[in-house]
């Protein structure tokens, strides 16, 4: 069976330090993998995705990069944190079916990062 | 417009009620359509996909109106583990990697 992991589970950070979360998956091959965003109370802001090995989309322009060195990994990082890159970072992974179709994204645990 | 929309709630009903959440989207190209669930300060969780011709799943049915461009989930007799967040999603029109996800509808189970 698939499973993902995320670390660290949570995370509390000064302004202008640099970020580094990880996240892997296990039991699947080629997945396209997506970072997420979640503040306090609001919804899923997506961030990136990836459907191959350093084949990355951004979403939104921000301080805030990925990459995928392997197949089953995903980094997002930064150089600089703000404050505003407090939240919950999630990962998830699916797979493309065929014809185009969309599978559903399964998520890891998150991260909780706090910019102070 | 925003491309899926929730009523935020809080839906507050006692346990063994039927309660019924609806969504809109507003690309009518859209494909796939899923609700999932997410508890407090955890990661959303598939409940189910939705199917053009409705689906059930246990107590949890799901419904979909392309006419109208809706999502419906109904939870019956509820209890109060279903006491969560309940997420809309759908694929947009330009790209097939990707789902779009509604703010989420708030949903508290009293004794």
């Known amino acids: 069976s698939q499973t993902i992991h995320q670390w660290p589970a949570t995370l509390v950070q000064p302004v202008g330090s640099p970020l580094s979360l990880e996240c892997t998956v296990e039991g699947t091959s080629n997945p396209n993998l997506y970072w997420y965003r979640q503040a306090a109370g609001r919804g899923l802001q997506l961030l990136f995705y990836?459907?191959?090995?350093?084949?990355i989309s951004s979403e939104v322009p921000q301080n805030l990069s990925a990459s995928r060195p392997q197949d089953r990994q995903f980094i997002l990082s930064s150089k600089k944190l703000l404050l505003s890159d407090s939240g919950f970072y999630l990962c998830?992974?699916?797979?493309?079916?065929?014809?185009?179709?969309?599978?559903?994204?399964?998520f890891g645990p998150g991260t909780r990062l706090t910019v102070l | 417009r925003k491309e899926v929309e929730q009523d935020p709630g809080p839906f507050n009903v006692p346990e063994g009620a039927t309660v019924a959440f609806n969504c809109t989207y507003s690309n009518s190209a859209s494909q796939s359509f899923f609700w999932y669930r997410q508890d407090c300060r955890k990661e959303p969780k598939l409940l189910m996909s939705v199917y053009s011709s409705g689906n059930e799943d246990g107590r949890f049915t799901a419904q979909l109106n392309r006419a109208s461009q809706y999502i419906s989930l109904l939870i019956r007799d509820s209890k109060l583990s279903d006491s969560a967040t309940y997420l809309c999603?759908?694929?947009?029109?330009?790209?097939?990697?990707?789902?779009?996800f509604g703010s989420g509808t708030r949903l508290l189970v009293r004794p």
């Open positions: 999603v759908v694929t947009p029109m330009d790209s097939s990697y990707k789902l779009i």
């Open positions: 990836s459907i191959g090995i350093d084949q």
């Open positions: 998830a992974w699916s797979v493309l079916l065929a014809a185009g179709a969309t599978d559903t994204q399964y």
